[in-house]
């Protein structure tokens, strides 16, 4: 007979926080290394699955929560900024991460993006960066190239590139950083510092894809570890962050803002209540 006063130690492993769906990545896609990493991060943490909550839009990246054991919300395209930061609101208890790529994020969820760095709710933001939009066949980006040459864009869009730690920055992430899927310990120990610290954490992680950017292979001779502590001086980091390659992986800035508590924190919504208000 067991004993149940005796409290069972949690001693998570990656696999705890995988579900039994296998991913339909393509062979060789960078967001099967970001997940391990994410599982890796959350083992770390030692976070219950049923205590996380991971958010996404609509993208290959976006599958990520389907391949979790935590509980997840596959949103619209370029809304899960939104979604996560009404569920962290409400159930400020949970840990909230948040999914996505870059057509996801940065285009039609671009302005989410600024304000859910403006508003500094405790949620961390994963964007896995290939440069295109892979699930709808390869059109340009935000972040890709301006001659970056396709069949949907003949001789490249001559638009330049949109920066996202940039961008973070100067709208009030407290946390800002960026990994490559080919270091997955490294990704992992990135997120786990991501998700402690309070605030927005903005973590962009190079994620290649294989069908519509294969010459994002080259990313490996590319990669490397930025040659500067991170620092929480906003300025010295923009200084950093302007003159970046795009390539220095770490964490790059790691703020001190509080992170916004709203002032109904106390008020537990009544449903019972609303469906009264409601009825009247
Ligand atoms: Fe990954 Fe690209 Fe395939 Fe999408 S299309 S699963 S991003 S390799
Ligand atoms: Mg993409």
């Known amino acids: 007979m067991n004993d149940l006063s005796t409290p069972v130690a949690f001693t998570p492993t990656p696999n705890t926080y995988k579900s039994g769906t296998k991913p339909i990545w393509c062979p060789g896609c960078g967001d099967f290394s970001v997940l391990s990493s994410l599982t890796k991060a959350l083992a ?96 340009p980006s935000p972040t890709t190239e301006p001659d970056w040459d396709s069949k949907l864009a003949p001789g490249g869009t001559g638009i330049r590139v949109f920066h996202p730690l940039v961008v973070a920055l ?24 991501a998700i402690r610290h309070p605030g927005f954490s903005f973590v962009e992680v190079l994620s290649p894809c294989v069908t519509f950017r294969p010459e994002q292979k080259e990313w490996k001779h590319l990669a490397r570890p930025a040659p500067v502590a991170p620092t929480n001086d906003p300025e010295v980091a923009a200084r950093r962050l302007f003159g970046d390659d795009g390539f220095n992986i770490g964490v790059l800035y790691r703020g001190e803002r509080a992170a916004y508590v709203p002032h109904f924190a106390d008020e537990r919504c009544d449903a019972a209540a609303l469906a009264a208000e409601f009825a009247r």
Do not use: W
Request: net charge neutral.
């Open 170 to 193: 100067a709208s009030g992430a407290n946390f800002v950083a960026r990994c490559y899927s080919s270091d997955p310990n490294g990704t992992a120990d990135i997120l786990a510092q």
């Open 44 to 139: 770390k943490l030692a976070l219950p699955a049923h205590d996380v909550a991971v958010v996404s839009g609509i993208g290959c990246s976006s599958r990520i929560p389907a391949y979790t054991s935590c509980y997840g919300f596959h949103g619209v395209h370029g809304r899960a900024l939104a979604a996560a930061t009404g569920l962290k609101l409400a159930r400020p208890e949970l840990t909230v991460v948040v999914t996505g790529g870059d057509g996801d994020g940065y285009s039609i969820g671009g302005n989410h993006f600024l304000h859910a760095c403006r508003r500094n709710v405790d949620l961390t933001y994963i964007v896995m960066d290939n440069h295109v939009y892979g699930m709808t066949k390869g059109q």
